[in-house]
């Protein structure tokens, strides 16, 4: 599964990566909103970890970015954060994230959210290709066999 996280501290954004790539996730990194979205558009990541505080153009207005292009596609964008206002947080939300996970973070439960969001991008693509195929086979019966052992063992 390929990931880009955005996040303007090159130190956090080499620790997420670090973090990410152990786990056996592709990683692209970049550090202010218009390398982000550049690095968007050229590597079509499975995922996106975004900082909301970027200094040149807000995150939500990256997030917002984003949506308008994967409009047909399922694509998870977690807000990486130290904000702990509910009402920014829920902007951001409303502004097309998926998900957020607090700075510091628990690195036990930063990589636990993202095995669960890679069950999700496994079973949202098995049933997009159900129904491109017109199938009313169960849903198991769609997936590949890697998928199905990704999907039992909770991995990438």
């Known amino acids: 599964m ?5 996040d303007h501290f090159p130190v956090m954004g080499m620790y997420i990566s670090s973090i990410l790539s152990d786990q056996g996730y592709e990683v692209t990194a970049a550090y202010s909103a ?3 979205l550049e690095k968007f558009r050229l590597r079509r990541p499975d995922l996106v970890m975004l900082e909301i505080l970027l200094p040149d153009v807000p995150g939500c207005e ?3 970015s984003i ?3 994967t ?7 977690i807000f990486l954060t130290s904000l702990k206002d509910e009402f920014d947080l829920a902007t951001c939300l409303d502004a097309g994230g998926d998900d957020y996970i607090l700075k510091p973070f628990d690195r036990t439960l930063f990589e636990a959210k993202l095995r669960a969001w890679s069950r999700n991008i496994l079973l949202v693509r098995a049933l997009q290709r159900r129904e491109r195929h017109g199938s009313s086979e ?3 019966a769609v997936l590949t066999h890697e998928e199905m052992r990704e999907l039992m063992q ?3």
Do not use: C, W, Y
């Open 2 to 6: 390929k990931i880009l996280v955005i």
């Open 154 to 156: 909770g991995s990438k």
């Open 138 to 140: 169960p849903l198991m």
């Open 62 to 64: 990256v997030a917002q």
């Open 67 to 69: 949506r308008e292009e």
């Open 34 to 36: 218009r390398d982000g």
């Open 71 to 77: 409009s047909e596609t399922f694509l998870p964008l």
